[in-house]
RNA sequence: GCCCCCAUCGUCUAGCCAGGUUAGGACACAGGCCUUUCAAGCCUGAAACACGGGUUCAAAUCCCGUUGGGGGUACCA
C-alpha cells in the first residue's frame, strides 16, 4: 500500500518554523516513498480561528517547494472565503479536506462510541470542571475531569440539551504504541483524563477528528511533533473502539530557539513568511530544516544537499531523539553558500523584488537599469549572506549621496591636505583616462598610488569613501565603472570640496 | 504535583543498535595567508562523551540510578 502522510495545520497563525521542519519531514519521507502528502486544514478551534491565515499557510508551503497531492478543493476554500481561491484549490478523492466541512462525520463516529459504551455525554459547567480542577490541585492531585457524568443513567442527558460528548477511558489497564524514534511507550489509563471527543458547539476536538480524518483518508503514517506524544495514548484507545486499523506514529523531536528556549507559537518565532522577507532562499531554508534533527549518517560530512538528494538520503528512522535547536548563524552561512551557487542571472531575478520594494529601482525594471544590474550581481555575489543585505551594498549606484564628512574621508590618517591632492589627482587621472571600462581605471590609478609615494589602503580607501559614501563597499574598479565618469567625478570634486571647506 | 520524552564540542551532528576510534565533520569563535575595503577562499587552533554506580579484559556505546533539559496535564491544536 502507498505511503500517505499529511500536515494538519491549524488556522490560527502561521506555523512556526519548528512545525515547518515537521512538515518537510513528513513531505520527504512522502516523497522519498512515493506515496502523497496530504494538506488538511484543521479549523474547529473556532475561537482562534483565523481564515486569511489558510492562504498565507499554502504559499509559504508553496514557496518551500513543499508541494501537496491532496488538499482543500475550489469549493470548500470558496466557502470558507478565501479569496484566489482556483490558485489553491487541489482537491483529492477523500475530501473534503477543511474539517469544519466534515462536521456531520464526526457527529456521526462519536454517536457511535456513545451508543457501544465508548462514550458518554457530559452537561458539566466549565465552572464545575474549573472547581473541581482547583480542588484536585489544592490536594496535590493531577488535575482530571472526576467523570461526574460518567455515572449518570444513560438517558440522564438528552441529545437535544447542549453537552459534550466524551471518551469512556478505561479505569485500569495500560495503553501503549509504537514508535518509530522511540520505540514502545506506555501509559497508565488510570492517568488518562476522559478527554472530550465533541464540543457543546457541535466541533469536534483535535483528538476525535483526527483519528477520524486520518481513517477516513488512509493515512499510513501519523508523522507529527513531539508534544504529542500525551495525547497518543487516547488516540489510540479510539482506534481500537472504532476498530480501525492504527497508522504508523513518528513523534518527531521539537525545535527550540538557539538559547534552547521554547519556541512558541507566539514568542516570537519565525515564519515562513518573515524567512523570506529577510531574504532567504528557499532552497537553503528547506536544506538547513531537513538537517535540523536529521542527518544522513554512516560517516557523510556532505551538508549541501539539493532538493533531489535530500529525498533521496531521507530516512525517517534516522531522526534524532534529542530537540535541536535553530542556529541562525548556520542558516545565514548555508544561504551564503547556496547564493553563490546560483547563476548571476538567477540571482538577479531573485534580488529585483528587493531593490524594488527598497525603492532603489522602478517597478517594472526598463531594459537599461537592468543591464546596470546585471554589472553590479556579480561584484556583490560573494559578499551577501541575505537578499536583503544587497540593499545597503548597492544604495549608492542608485541614489546621489550626501559628501562624506571630512573625518570619514580622512579615516585612513592622511591630512587634509595630502587627501585633497590625492582626490585633485585621481580627477586628473580619470578625466584622461580613454574609457571608462574597469581594466582601464585600474593601471593609472596604481601609477598614482606609487608615484604618490602612498599605500594601496591610503589611496583606494579614500576613493571608494569619496566615491561611495562608505567604508565598506564592492570592489573598486568594478564600482567606478558602473558608477561612470561623471558620476565618479562630480562625487570626487564634492568630496573635495569637503576638505577644503574645512 | 503527576505523566511522558530526551542527554557527544557554545550550536547542528557522525560514531551507539551488532563494546576496542588520536571521538570525525559543519556553523560560530581565535590566529595566520591572500588582499584596495568587505567578503569569499585556503591553513592552523581551541572546543564534547552530564554525573555516579554496575556488566566486561575493555564502556561514548549495554543496564540501573541521579542530575539537568524538554513536552503534556483545556469544550487549543
Redesign the pocket.
Known amino acids: 500500500m502507498s505511503v500517505r502522510v499529511r500536515f494538519?495545520?491549524?488556522p490560527?497563525g502561521e506555523p512556526h518554523i519548528g512545525n515547518v521542519r515537521t512538515v518537510v519531514f513528513n513531505w520527504l519521507f512522502a516523497r522519498k516513498m512515493g506515496g502523497q502528502f496530504i494538506l488538511r486544514i484543521?479549523d474547529?478551534?473556532r475561537?482562534?480561528y483565523q481564515p486569511e491565515t489558510i492562504p498565507v499557510i499554502m504559499e509559504g508551503l508553496r514557496w518551500l517547494g513543499l508541494d501537496w497531492d491532496e488538499g482543500p478543493g475550489l469549493e470548500e476554500l470558496q466557502r470558507a472565503g478565501i479569496e484566489d481561491a482556483e490558485r489553491y484549490a487541489v482537491g483529492g478523492p477523500y475530501g473534503p479536506y477543511i474539517q469544519s466541512e466534515r462536521l456531520p462525520l464526526y457527529r456521526q463516529v462519536a454517536e457511535e462510541l456513545v451508543a457501544v459504551g465508548w462514550a458518554y455525554r457530559c452537561?458539566?459547567?466549565?465552572e464545575r470542571?474549573e472547581q473541581v480542577?482547583q480542588a484536585q490541585r489544592a490536594r496535590?492531585?493531577?488535575?482530571?475531569?472526576d467523570r461526574h457524568c460518567r455515572y449518570l443513567p444513560p438517558d440522564a442527558i438528552s441529545p437535544d440539551e447542549?453537552h459534550?460528548i466524551r471518551l469512556k477511558v478505561p479505569l485500569t489497564g495500560r495503553t501503549t504504541f509504537q514508535d518509530v524514534i522511540?520505540?514502545e511507550?506506555?501509559?497508565?489509563n488510570a492517568?488518562i483524563?476522559d478527554q472530550?471527543l465533541l464540543?457543546?458547539?457541535g466541533?469536534p476536538?483535535?483528538?476525535l477528528a483526527v483519528v477520524v480524518d486520518d481513517h477516513y483518508m488512509k493515512v499510513t503514517h501519523v508523522i507529527r511533533g513531539?508534544?504529542?506524544?500525551?495525547?497518543t495514548p487516547k488516540h489510540v484507545l479510539l482506534y481500537q473502539a472504532l476498530g480501525w486499523e492504527m497508522p504508523v506514529f513518528c513523534h518527531v523531536?521539537?525545535v527550540?530557539m538557539?538559547g534552547?528556549?521554547?519556541l512558541?507559537k507566539r514568542e516570537g518565532a519565525t515564519s515562513i513568511t518573515e524567512f523570506r522577507k529577510q531574504g532567504y532562499l528557499p532552497e537553503a531554508l528547506l536544506n538547513f530544516l531537513a538537517?535540523?534533527?536529521?542527518?544522513p549518517?554512516?560517516?557523510e560530512?556532505q551538508?549541501i544537499f539539493s532538493r533531489a538528494e535530500l529525498i533521496e538520503r531521507f530516512d525517517l528512522y534516522?531522526v534524532?531523539?534529542?530537540?535541536?535547536?535553530f542556529?541562525y548563524?548556520?542558516l545565514?552561512?548555508m544561504n551564503?553558500?547556496y547564493i553563490?551557487s546560483l547563476s548571476p542571472d538567477d540571482l538577479l531575478e531573485r534580488l529585483l523584488p528587493f531593490w524594488q520594494d527598497a525603492g532603489l529601482i522602478p517597478a517594472p525594471c526598463p531594459p537599461q537599469t537592468r543591464e546596470v544590474l546585471r554589472r553590479i550581481v556579480p561584484l556583490i555575489q560573494?559578499?551577501i549572506k541575505h537578499l536583503t543585505d544587497v540593499v545597503e551594498l548597492t544604495d549608492f549606484f542608485f541614489t546621489e549621496i550626501a559628501p562624506p564628512p571630512a573625518e570619514e574621508l580622512l579615516a585612513q590618517g592622511l591630512d587634509a591636505e595630502r587627501a585633497r591632492e590625492v582626490l585633485r589627482r585621481t580627477r586628473e587621472v580619470l578625466a584622461n583616462v580613454s574609457d571608462f571600462g574597469e581594466e582601464t581605471i585600474e593601471p593609472p590609478l596604481r601609477a598614482l598610488v606609487a608615484e604618490l609615494g602612498l599605500t594601496?589602503?591610503q589611496v583606494?580607501?579614500l576613493i571608494?569613501t569619496a566615491t561611495t559614501g562608505k567604508?565598506?563597499?564592492?570592489?573598486?574598479?568594478g564600482t567606478l565603472s558602473i558608477l561612470e565618469r561623471e558620476r565618479v567625478l562630480a562625487r570626487l570634486e564634492a568630496a573635495e570640496a569637503q576638505l577644503t571647506a574645512r
Open positions: 494538519a495545520p491549524s490560527t484543521e474547529t478551534d475561537v482562534r452537561n458539566c459547567s466549565p470542571l480542577r496535590g492531585q493531577p488535575p482530571m475531569y447542549p459534550v522511540k520505540g511507550v506506555i501509559f497508565e492517568g483524563d472530550v464540543k457543546s458547539d466541533f476536538t483535535y483528538h513531539d508534544d504529542w506524544v500525551p495525547s523531536p521539537l527550540t538557539p534552547g528556549k521554547k512558541a538537517l535540523l534533527g536529521w542527518a549518517g554512516e560517516g560530512e551538508e534516522r534524532n531523539r534529542a530537540p535541536a535547536a542556529s548563524d548556520k545565514d552561512w551564503g553558500v553563490r560573494e559578499r594601496t589602503r583606494f580607501g571608494r567604508a565598506v563597499s564592492p570592489p573598486l574598479f
